[in-house]
């Protein structure tokens, strides 16, 4: 019943236990954690410099000898602020994000960790807006003491600095607590509405202190480029996200997956690359990200989603479409075919599965739904078939994980089609299922494979592996496979398998020009 690829069994250790140096180690670890170090390293920088200057010169002027500590700590947090609500909306300017791709600087820049630097910002706007506001508080209580005909509540509250400051925090809690993981996740429309308060927040941040006694309001200094940047990537958005199209087919997959084949126009896209999509019918505002699963040569755009949340449940009540509780399709004479609904396609934005070409080997890891990016680049290898000899990518590892059986309905098919070309050792398919099984379940998979052929779970050549995969076993294997070379790593799926890879490729990969690199890349949207 258990099937095993790999060497040798469970508790076998496969990462080379030779002690290494610390420039070694350190080596190994810049492989994949170089870029996103030193840009960390130069952005901490630049906010000590920018913090510890503007405290410097405040502590040598007048103002100083009057509030003391609390005039130096407020105008260096607000340096910081002024730095990080600059630096804040280039991260997600996706139209900029996918052209930097296009150039050198993708191979200097961590563009695929733009949402994350993006976050990292906003946290750092937290810390330096909650400095800037305690030291004001102490120099309102202060002035309040000095001055005859105002108090400290009147300062904090009746000035323009003071008014528009607590606009701004009100602003930043809504965001921020609507932005947190698990809220996003179960009302996306609530954080995309409230996020909105960006407007809010970057106005009031225009004429907070533009009446200051300290100095003139710098704000608009550092915002003026990266705001013109990002007014002209939401108008470009909008233009090109107004373009309407309509469904050509509608698909129901197992585990509540809807496909959606929408015409294809003047569409053009990369295998590996993501789109917005919007539906008036069911949020007139609204765009919700997708991976592209059909390949640039197909005269469609397919997108699989997971009808979970508010939006996607709607779409599907729409169209008439639904599920039972096991995830199974309900079959409806009287469903949609979707042609009275309208859809605008803004993108596509390009992401890290857009790399799988650029390297001589590359491992796909797609969990459940995750496999979504792979589908594009698989479609697009079955079209490119008989150009597989002329292409830099020499070899495929395709893990694909679930675990419900069921899943692997959405997208065994391509692989079935790559399976019956002449590709040699191109493509090595590995599916593992994670879930239990009943005993009839495993007694009908034992009389299938008695026959040989085909898997009983999947209908492919390759068979099924039953638990969890062992990637270290599978880095040892390609390490030994190709010498020398750089591995592409690209998954897409839940952080705890990311963890698990990174961490894996950084104790693989070994210093020196001609040992094996592991380049780990996530999908990120």
Not at 82 to 106: E, I, Y
Not at 225 to 254: D, K, S
Not at 432 to 450: G, H, P, Q, S
Not at 490 to 496: A, D, E, Q
Request: hydrophobic share 45%.
């Amino acid at each position: 019943m258990g099937k095993g690829r790999g060497k040798g069994a469970a508790g076998e250790q496969f990462i080379d236990q030779t002690p290494k140096t610390f420039g070694e180690k350190m080596k190994a670890y810049m492989v994949n954690e170089g870029q996103r170090t030193l840009w960390l390293i130069l952005y901490l920088i630049a906010n000590f410099v920018v913090f510890f200057v503007t405290y410097a010169r405040y502590k040598n002027k007048p103002v100083y000898k009057t509030l003391g500590e609390g005039v130096t700590v407020a105008r260096g947090a607000a340096a910081m602020l002024n730095l990080n609500c600059a630096l804040l909306l280039l991260p997600v300017s996706r139209n900029l994000m996918t052209g930097l791709r296009r150039t050198f600087l993708h191979a200097l820049i961590p563009l695929d960790d733009n949402i994350e630097f993006h976050k990292f910002c906003a946290w750092t706007i937290a810390l330096s807006t909650s400095f800037h506001g305690c030291a004001h508080y102490f120099n309102y209580w202060t002035l309040g003491r000095l001055i005859k005909d105002e108090t400290s509540a009147s300062i904090a509250f009746g000035s323009i600095a003071g008014v528009s400051g607590h606009i701004i925090v009100f602003c930043m809690v809504i965001m921020y607590t609507t932005a947190l993981e698990r809220v996003r996740r179960q009302t996306f429309e609530l954080f995309w509405y409230t996020h909105h308060l960006f407007i809010v927040f970057f106005g009031a941040l225009t004429i907070h202190g533009s009446r200051s006694v300290l100095q003139p309001n710098q704000f608009w200094a550092w915002f003026i480029l990266p705001g013109f940047i990002y007014c002209l990537e939401r108008a470009t958005r909008v233009y090109r996200g107004n373009i309407e199209t309509q469904i050509v087919r509608i698909v129901q997959h197992p585990s509540n997956v809807l496909e959606l084949q929408l015409a294809k126009g003047g569409f053009q896209y990369k295998s590996g690359a993501y789109l917005f999509i919007n539906c008036p019918m069911v949020a007139k505002y609204e765009y919700h990200p997708f991976t592209i699963t059909s390949a640039p040569a197909e005269e469609i755009v397919s997108i699989h989603m997971r009808v979970v949340g508010d939006w996607t449940g709607k779409l599907a009540s729409l169209l008439g479409v639904s599920w039972d509780r096991s995830g199974a399709p309900i079959y409806n004479p009287e469903a949609s075919s979707g042609e009275s609904l309208r859809f605008r396609l803004d993108g596509p934005f390009g992401a890290a599965s857009e790399d799988v070409f650029n390297f001589e080997v590359s491992i796909l890891v797609g969990c459940g739904i995750g496999v979504t990016p792979f589908a594009s680049i698989l479609k697009n290898l079955w079209f490119r078939v008989q150009d597989v000899q002329n292409m830099r990518l020499r070899k495929v590892y395709f893990v694909w994980i679930a675990r419900d059986k069921s899943t692997f309905e959405w997208f065994s098919d391509i692989i079935a089609a790559l399976e019956q070309e002449n590709l040699g050792d191109f493509l090595d398919v590995r599916v593992y299922l994670t879930a239990k099984l009943d005993i009839n379940e495993v007694r009908e998979i034992m009389y299938v494979e008695e026959g040989g052929g085909q898997d009983a779970i999947t209908g492919l050549r390759s068979p099924t592996f039953y638990g969890r995969p062992r990637f270290d076993a599978l880095y040892d294997e390609v390490r030994r496979a190709f010498p020398g070379i750089k591995v592409g790593v690209f998954l897409c799926g839940p952080k705890v398998v990311a963890d698990n890879l990174r961490y894996l490729a950084n104790q693989f990969n070994e210093p020196g020009p001609n040992a094996t690199k592991f380049i780990f890349q996530k999908e990120n949207f």
